[in-house]
């Protein structure tokens, strides 16, 4: 495969990962803001962020024990065992792709991706000015676009991993900031010591250190 193509296939996997991150963890947007609008993630860091943790399932594995070990969720057998599935399933190309840090955090320009949703009436952007005098950019899915997801759920039942994936990252972003959630990313040093261009390390032991830790205390209870 050449890099033109490999550059398209790469496009069309996170046209289908927006969609799905769009249908499952978008909040419900207010009736007036876009006509058919039926999901809305507000803002582009947020986006960024939700995304990393869906193509990274080490990082989500540890904000979901970490959630647990804080008591931000209760312990549950389902969690845990959930976050040991994240830790050792090898998954493939299309699943999980590191992200190449760029200035401020792991970044890759979503232009293309969310432009194939828009040519398609799938999604929409719209900048809402800030009180800061700002313009935040606002991810819309339209009526269209989650039937269409619908559609391809029904086609590819093998994408019900991506409905997966991005209900968990919505339950674990709640209504945090995009900058709010970028902050929690930095805590790890593997992630904020990464020098601009090079590919974030993974931080599987330390999760499943703390998965080990957490498992103790549920044998303990």
């Known amino acids: 495969m050449n890099e033109n193509a490999r550059a398209r296939e790469a496009d069309l996997q996170g046209v289908v990962r927006l969609l799905f991150l769009l249908d499952r963890a978008g909040d419900r947007p207010e009736r007036e803001e876009v006509p058919e609008a ?14 990393f943790w869906m193509r990274n399932p080490d990082y989500l594995a540890y904000e979901l024990l970490e959630e647990i070990r804080s008591c931000r ?10 976050a040991a599935s994240l830790l050792g399933e090898e998954e493939p190309n299309l699943r999980h792709c590191r992200m190449v840090k760029f200035l401020f955090g792991a970044y890759e320009a979503i232009d293309n991706r969310l432009s194939i949703l828009i040519a398609r009436s799938l999604a929409d952007l719209r900048g809402t000015e800030l009180p800061t005098g700002g313009i935040r950019s606002d991810f819309y899915l339209l009526a269209k676009g989650e039937e269409a997801a619908r559609k391809l759920l029904e086609e590819e039942p093998v994408m019900s991993w991506y409905v997966d994936r ?13 900058n709010e ?41």
């Open 166 to 178: 991005a209900v968990l990252v919505g339950e674990i972003a709640g209504t945090s900031s995009g």
């Open 38 to 51: 039926v999901r809305v993630i507000r803002s582009e860091l947020r986006v960024q962020a939700m995304d």
């Open 73 to 82: 969720r209760s312990l549950s057998d389902s969690d845990v065992d959930l």
């Open 181 to 221: 959630l970028k902050k929690r990313q930095y805590e790890r040093h593997e992630y904020a010591e990464t020098r601009n261009g090079k590919r974030i390390g993974a931080i599987t032991d330390p999760a499943r250190e703390l998965l080990n830790e957490i498992r103790t205390r549920r044998v303990s209870r």
